[in-house]
């Protein structure tokens, strides 16, 4: 693989943020449930959900998302705001990217996007192109297997009954086989899941120790805040409504702080 630094870990992040789209629903909500039928609940639900033979209602809405570079003191040295159409049609979920800065994309913005997918696509251990959600498959079997999950209680996300739980990765530390691996290793958090549907409603992840890339040679990732936060648009049809993240690492020997923000709006029916 060919990474140049820290910044491809957070390449997937952005992607994500953009791509994140729909899920059918496959089972509804039970009382007493324990937190690993309640993990095993959504992970089914999300599997079912990239299947596009379950979805028949085609979306199309508006993403903004900005991303801030910071210099040592705090202050904004480089921003950027894209402008996307995201359409979901038949299961699979495309972006096109609009604006840059408020003016058309070059071609280097277009080559950039193209890159990011291919770099997510590596860390996620995937060669092949996807056209479908990565953020509706990253919740499968593999991933979870390699996290603890602690039911903290429920609570009310977006006026839905969800239930609050914690996780951490599991010791000793799973194998590590991709780039993606060696960071699950040092991300825990918390998810929001919905208690009727089993979608993920929210989710906050955050980094527990230092990544190195190519051990630190290269760069590293030093911390991470990220939330995610997904609303149920119509029945069957949950989207990553909201998102933010705060980024801190190096590349090379230059420290690297960067600050992310997506917003999706103007939900549409497309006939």
């Not at 780039?179 to 980094?207: C, H, K, P, Q, Y």
């Not at 990732?221 to 119509?234: G, P, Q």
């Amino acid at each position: 693989m060919n990474f140049a630094g820290p910044q491809k870990l957070l390449s997937i992040f952005l992607l994500l943020g953009v791509l994140s789209g729909t899920a059918a629903i496959n089972s509804r909500g039970q009382s007493a449930l324990d937190v690993n039928q309640i993990i095993q609940k959504a992970v089914n639900c999300s599997q079912a959900s990239s299947k596009p033979e379950d979805a028949n209602t085609a979306y199309t809405y508006t993403k903004v998302t900005l991303t801030e570079e910071l210099d040592s003191a705090g202050r904004v040295k480089d921003q950027k705001e894209k402008v996307y159409q995201i359409s979901f049609k038949q299961g699979l979920t495309q972006a096109k990217l609009l604006q840059v800065n408020g003016r058309p994309p070059a071609n280097a913005d277009a080559k950039q996007q193209a890159e990011n997918e291919s770099n997510a696509r590596q860390m996620l251990g995937k060669g092949k192109p996807q056209t479908g959600d990565m953020a509706d498959r990253l919740l499968t079997p593999e991933l979870v297997a390699r996290f603890d999950f602690t039911l903290i209680g429920q609570t009310n996300i977006n006026g839905r009954l969800a239930y609050q739980i914690d996780f951490q990765p599991k010791s000793p530390e799973p194998p590590v086989h991709h780039m993606i691996d060696r960071f699950l290793n040092r991300v825990s958090g918390t998810l929001w899941i919905d208690a009727a549907e089993f979608e993920i409603a929210r989710a906050d992840l955050r980094l527990s120790s230092e990544v190195n890339v190519l051990g630190g040679v290269i760069g590293s990732l030093k911390k991470l805040a990220y939330t995610m936060t997904r609303t149920r648009i119509a029945e069957g049809i949950w989207l990553n409504t909201s998102s933010s993240g705060d980024f801190e690492g190096r590349k090379l020997i230059d420290s690297m702080r960067i600050k992310t923000k997506s917003l999706a709006k103007n939900f549409r029916l497309l006939s």
